[in-house]
């Protein structure tokens, strides 16, 4: 074994982010860590790095103790990283980034560092040689070499960050999220780059939201969730496990999900296209309130989302569903205001809202319950119910729709006086969604509302939304929870790397196989 | 010493006001306005000008000259922070915009001579110079050893006046919940529908008046107004006291604008005159090194 975990912790006051986590990494494999959003992957490879300490638990490497070293002990013992966001030195060139990668090997004392004396040239051009190759290495053409960091396209400073960290020389190189943001054909770039560094020898530790990639180059894949390891085996030994699918694709509420969508076994291919084909044009409501049309939107070189189209009609519950990172936040974040399209149409109840102002699009009643909750920590409660009534004030009658919701939400009338900080996790999304309904919303959309919550907060934050819509008030929902969004859903489109793959009704896509495998790959 | 205890309060008055100001941008905004200084300088000008050039009355001259540094308020927003926030510009640009903008604004009352382009504004050029006695009645009192000017004292009632108002306005009002939503998460409050480069402008419009307010009672009470008040009075010192209450909390910014009044005027007894200037470094510095976030600060910690 290379690496090796043994129940390790590490606890945010009451969050426990690693909770016992014992892992094996074999010499010279490729090991995969996956598991939902929030469950402790980054942390458990922070611990791993030294640069979150232990809380309780050991590591070693081979021999080699981790566990208490400070991050750059542990780099200097053989273990590179990339990090999820790249954290390349921008205003370095490509090379130096690489050079200073190699730190750690240097023999010459700094004083030597410092000068380029006659008898170290040497050994610094035999580096500068040695960076050239490592970047040859990961695939970037010599020419980069001089180009400053910030100036290089995302999937060359990707490769970049590898570079660096290769240059260690590790025994173990973690990648963390390496193929994010990046388009297919970067993202098989990336996967044929990983095996071939696999191929000459170096163990790899690969945590990736895209289930393709993982499963595809890993030869175990161990999985976490709430911070604890849930299974652990080859890929299509957890890509079967029910915990890991009901992890992913969370459970379908009162319905009881005995199979999981594609254990059946039919032609997913054949079926993928049917579902594909018939629904779109078929089933899309005529009248609608919200028209997306063709929106394609980035971030820099990245393109998150690639050409999207839908309709929501007023009275339904659409769901959008989909792994990580496949692009759902920022539709509504675009359909809020927050970020502009790149290109394409967006109109609610005839609004523009690829132009109009975010206060604007609150007013006309399209409200958003963010990700995270995004409640305001330092007010009170109350003071958070009583700004979200800012977009629709109408004197008299706004004290009593704050009491209406406080009787929806009885638990938050009991707190009403204690910072909003304060609240639980699922309190404080009940606190969310209540500020929502203040903003006197005709289309509420709600971002992963489930999101880190235990299965108990998870049926009363789900039955609080269908109370909601049963009221009147339209839903567009974005969450990981699959199975549980599908079962409320009128309709639902399935999103994959920014592009929409399916659309259907909701009880169709829960038996659909094509659902599972935009999760986990396959 | 009586009379030095009084003085510490109302030069501690003055402080607080202008302080009040220069956190709440901080607050909000996280970006220090450099240009508060200015407009404390030319509230002071303008409404000297007002009522010496123009011979208006002193209440017309100070409200003018308040309105005439709210509106400053609105160009610092529009022209100084808004384009470079367009631009995700990191808030180092801010800074040195404001700072270009206090340069801009202390050159043209430089260059006000009888005859010159900014004549309207200001005829002194570089002079100080004071208003004319009985510009306000200034009855004086003698109690014991103390002397009671009117013009000082009143200092003190006006500006924690304001201050209570300001606090009112933060803690308990639609608007003030609107700001501290703005200064905690600005996402958040867009998702709330509000308007965030709104609120932005109107915190400008507050700060400023408050600034050009303090410049006005500064002028009036210390008979020194000149192109150079800003700088050499509240410049380091107004930022000295934030940090010592707490980057953008008010009531920090209160009680450390009373703090630095009484730390110099104890140091002016002790040690003289000379110690004074000095004395609101030392006391930036200690509170630096002793408690980082200031009296009433949150902690300041980036994430990682």
Redesign the interface.
């Known amino acids: 074994m290379l690496l090796r975990l043994d129940d390790v912790r590490r606890h945010f006051g009451g969050v426990h982010a690693v909770d016992g986590v014992s892992l094996e990494v074999e010499q010279g494999s490729i090991q995969g860590l996956i598991g939902p959003n929030g469950a402790g992957k980054t942390t458990l490879v922070n611990v791993i790095t030294g ?1 979150t300490r232990f809380q309780s638990g050991r590591a070693w490497l081979e021999s080699d103790e981790l566990s208490g070293l400070p991050a750059h002990r542990v780099a200097g013992l053989g273990i590179a990283r990339t990090f999820q966001n790249i954290r390349l030195f921008k205003d370095l060139t490509a090379l130096e980034n690489v050079l200073i990668g190699m730190h750690v090997r240097r023999r010459d004392d700094t004083l030597a560092q410092l000068g380029t004396l006659p008898v170290f040239r040497g050994n610094e051009q035999e580096l500068i040689k040695d960076a050239h190759a490592l970047l040859e290495t990961v695939g970037l053409p010599s020419s980069v070499g001089p180009r400053h960091a910030a100036t290089l396209p995302y999937g060359d400073q990707r490769r970049l960050e590898i570079a660096r960290a290769l240059a260690l020389r590790p025994r173990l190189l973690i990648l963390d999220e390496p193929a994010a943001g990046m388009n297919p054909s970067e993202k098989q770039g990336m996967r044929e780059l990983i095996e071939r560094l696999n191929a000459d020898g170096l163990t790899i530790l690969l945590i990736d939201h895209d289930m393709r990639l993982v499963m595809g180059v890993c030869r175990r894949v161990a999985v976490l969730n709430f911070g604890k390891k849930i299974a652990d085996g080859t890929p299509k030994e957890v890509s079967t496990d029910p915990t890991v699918i009901k992890a992913y694709l969370g459970t379908g509420g009162e319905r009881e999900v005995r199979s999981a969508p594609g254990a059946t076994g039919v032609d997913e291919e054949r079926e993928v296209e049917q579902a594909a084909g018939s629904s779109r044009a078929a089933r899309e409501p005529e009248k609608a309130i919200l028209d997306v049309e063709d929106l394609t939107v980035s971030y820099g070189a990245i393109v998150a989302v690639r050409g999207v189209s839908f309709r929501v009609a007023a009275g339904e519950i659409v769901a959008l569903i989909g792994a990580n990172g496949a692009g759902k936040s920022t539709i509504l974040n675009t359909l ?3 970020i502009r399209p790149e290109s394409g149409r967006a109109t609610f109840d005839g609004l523009d809202l690829a132009n109009a ?3 604007a699009i ?2 006309r009643g399209l ?2 319950v ?1 990700e995270g909750r ?6 009170t409660v109350m ?1 958070n119910l ?3 009534t ?4 109408d004197g008299a009658t706004t004290r009593r729709r704050i009491e209406d919701v406080l009787k929806r939400f009885p638990i938050l009338g009991e707190r009403r006086d204690l910072s909003a900080g304060s609240l639980s996790g699922g309190e404080q999304q009940m606190l969310a969604i209540a ?1 929502g309904l203040l ?1 006197r919303p005709r289309l509420l959309l709600l971002d992963e509302p489930s999101l880190g919550l235990a299965p108990q907060m998870v049926d009363e934050v789900f039955r609080a939304i269908e109370e909601i819509h049963k009221d009147g008030t339209t839903i567009l929902l974005v969450e990981q929870n699959a199975l549980r969004a599908l079962a409320i859903a009128d309709r639902a489109y399935v999103i994959e790397t920014g592009r929409i793959l399916l659309s259907g009704s909701g009880d169709e896509l829960l038996h659909n196989p094509a659902v599972r495998r935009a999760y986990l790959g396959g | 010493m009586d009379q030095q205890i009084l003085n510490a309060i109302f030069i501690g008055s003055i402080y607080a006001l202008f302080a009040v100001g220069y956190t709440l941008v901080f607050g909000i905004l996280d970006i220090l306005n450099l240009a508060h200084s200015a407009v404390f300088m030319l509230g002071a000008a303008l409404t000297y000008s007002l009522v010496v050039t123009h011979g208006q009355p002193f209440w017309i001259g100070a409200v003018l000259g308040v309105a005439a540094s709210a509106l400053i308020g609105l160009v610092i927003e529009h022209v100084c922070l808004r384009p470079l926030r367009r631009r995700q510009a990191p808030p180092i640009a801010a800074l040195i915009s404001t700072i270009g903008l206090a340069l801009v604004i202390v050159a043209a009352v430089e260059q006000g001579k009888s005859g010159s382009l900014f004549s309207w504004l200001w005829v002194d050029g570089a002079n100080s110079v004071a208003f004319p006695p009985g510009t306000v009645p200034n009855p004086t009192w003698h109690i014991g050893d103390l002397t009671l000017e009117a013009s000082k004292v009143l200092i003190i009632p006006i500006s924690i006046a304001l201050m209570l108002i300001l606090g009112y306005v933060m803690r308990f009002t639609q608007v003030g919940r609107g700001l501290r939503a703005v200064a905690e998460n600005p996402r958040a409050a867009r998702l709330m529908g509000l308007d965030v480069d709104r609120m932005i402008s109107l915190t400008l419009v507050i700060s400023s008046a408050l600034g050009g307010l303090a410049g006005i009672l500064f002028g009036l009470a210390l008979g020194d107004i000149s192109p150079y008040i800003g700088r050499d009075n509240v410049e380091v010192r107004g930022l000295a006291v934030i940090v010592l209450g707490g980057m953008g909390s008010i009531p920090g910014a209160v009680i450390g604008g009373y703090l630095l009044g009484l730390i110099e005027i104890l140091a002016l007894v002790t040690f003289g005159s000379n110690a004074r200037g000095g004395v609101a470094f030392a006391a930036l510095f200690l509170m630096l090194v002793l408690r980082p976030q200031g009296l009433f600060g949150t902690r300041l910690r980036e994430r990682i």
């Open positions: 640069y809020s205001g927050l102002k975010a206060s609150v007013k409200v958003q963010p995004e409640i305001l920590a330092r007010q003071e009583e700004l979200a800012w977009a629709r004030r500020r903003a």
